[in-house]
Structures are given as structure tokens and as C-alpha cells.
């Protein structure tokens, strides 16, 4: 049975453990609205918790956005050799440095977003999609990839969907209007692919976030503790994790 932590982000402690029907747990999330930050700010001592949160996503960004930028120019050699000799990324790469711009058909906060990274994550988060499709019909539902195998699975297995695309590359200039563009109601990221600045733009879009089927492998975890600093950063971003047993539980709690 999937087991399910709820984290509370102000300050990322879970809260809770149980092992409710996760349809149960996203409806109650689609069904409550994103409140109005200023009412939340109620006294001095709250305004200051507040400010000191926003300075380290700030901090947290800079940081991550700059080494993201390093890494880019490090590999984008190794990426132009898999293009050119090996014929990787022929199909997609316009749609990862090049992100189409959308027209504003939906409304906000009404649209569904599930990623899956891969073959593997797409065929697992098949069962909930389609539970999603059955109870949401009228509401749109948008799926993201980042390989191409997963990207042609997901347009297989889900027709139904609105859109199918392959999520660009982490950049803040490349996320934050694709989000503006959609503004998602709720996010939901398979197993293991935790994306900063997708996260933290759906998030500045009213998004609630969610990770299902949720797993973290021994030497990911130990990359997460060398900086906790930025994992608790990342992961409070979440209102809902899911994960597959106890010892994943472990993992997520820092």
C-alpha cells in the first residue's frame, strides 16, 4: 500500500502518516483554493518568519541557477556530440531550448499537470491519470516528459489528455512563462524528478504540489544531505508527498 507523508511547509516537519486513497488526498487539494498571502500575515513576528523564508528562496535560486548555468556550458559539448554523431535529442531539442509558446486557452487554476520524466514513470502514474480523466472530465489535463520515450508513451497511453510536451530545461526565463502561460491548480510529479525552478514557478502560479509513487534512492539522498539547506527549500514546496514505503519515508523527512 502506498504510504503517504503530508509535509508541513512553514516549518518541513510531516505532520502526518497514513495511508488513505491518494484520489482522496488530490481531490481535498483540488477542492481548496490558494489563500491570499497577505491574510496569513498576521503579526510581526510572522511577517519576519516570512521574510526570512523568501530570503532563502532567493538565495536557494541564485545559487541553483548559477550552477545550472556552469553545468550547461560544461556538457553542452557532450550534448552537441550525442546530437550530431549519436542522433540523440533530434526530435526534441527545439522543445527544450525552444519552448513553444502557448495561447491562454485555459482557465487558471483549473489545469492538471502530471510529470513523468520517463517510460517507466509514465506507465506507473498510468492508473492515476486515468482515475483523474474518469472524476475531472471537463478539467484539462496537461503531461510533461523529459525523454522522448516517455514523451511518445504518454501521447500512447493518455489521448485523452489536452497537451502532451517535453519540459524544457530548468531555466528560469524558460519556466516561468511557461507556467504563466498555464497556471496550473495542481502539480503532480512522479517518483523522483524535482525540478527548481518548474516547481517554484508553478508555485508562484497558486499551484498546490504533489509527488506519488515518490522514491529517493541511498545515493540521492546523501546528495540532498550534503546541501539540506536547499533540499529543505525544495521539498517545502510540497503539500502532498506520496511515497512507496517506509524506508523512502526516511529519506524525505532531512
Known sequence: ATQQAIIESNDYNINEIATPETMDDLRGMMAVKQQNIDRNIRDEDTKKKMFRTIS?????????????????????????????????????????????????????????????????????????????????????????SC?????????????????????????????????????????????????????????AQGAKLAVVNGKMSEASFRRFQRFSWWSRSLFSLFDMVCVQGEEFLERFRF
Open 56 to 144: 532563502k528562496m532567493k538565495f536557494s535560486s541564485f545559487v541553483y541557477n548559477t550552477l545550472l548555468c556552469l553545468l550547461f556550458i560544461v556538457i553542452f559539448p557532450w550534448w552537441l556530440y550525442l546530437f550530431w554523431v549519436k542522433g540523440k535529442y533530434r526530435k526534441t531539442w527545439k522543445q527544450k531550448l525552444f519552448p513553444q509558446v502557448y495561447e491562454k486557452r485555459f482557465v487558471p487554476g483549473t489545469v492538471i499537470w502530471i510529470h513523468a520524466v520517463s517510460l517507466g514513470e509514465t506507465k506507473a502514474v498510468a492508473p492515476l491519470v486515468q482515475r483523474l480523466l474518469q472524476e475531472y472530465p471537463d478539467l484539462p489535463l496537461v503531461i510533461s
Open 147 to 203: 525523454t522522448e520515450t516517455g514523451h511518445a508513451e504518454a501521447k500512447k497511453v493518455f489521448p485523452k489528455a489536452s497537451l502532451h510536451l517535453m519540459l524544457p530545461l530548468d531555466f528560469p526565463w524558460l519556466m516561468q512563462p511557461l507556467m504563466e502561460n498555464f497556471s496550473p491548480g495542481l502539480v503532480v510529479c512522479v517518483e523522483s524528478d524535482f525540478w527548481w525552478n518548474f516547481l517554484q514557478s508553478a508555485k
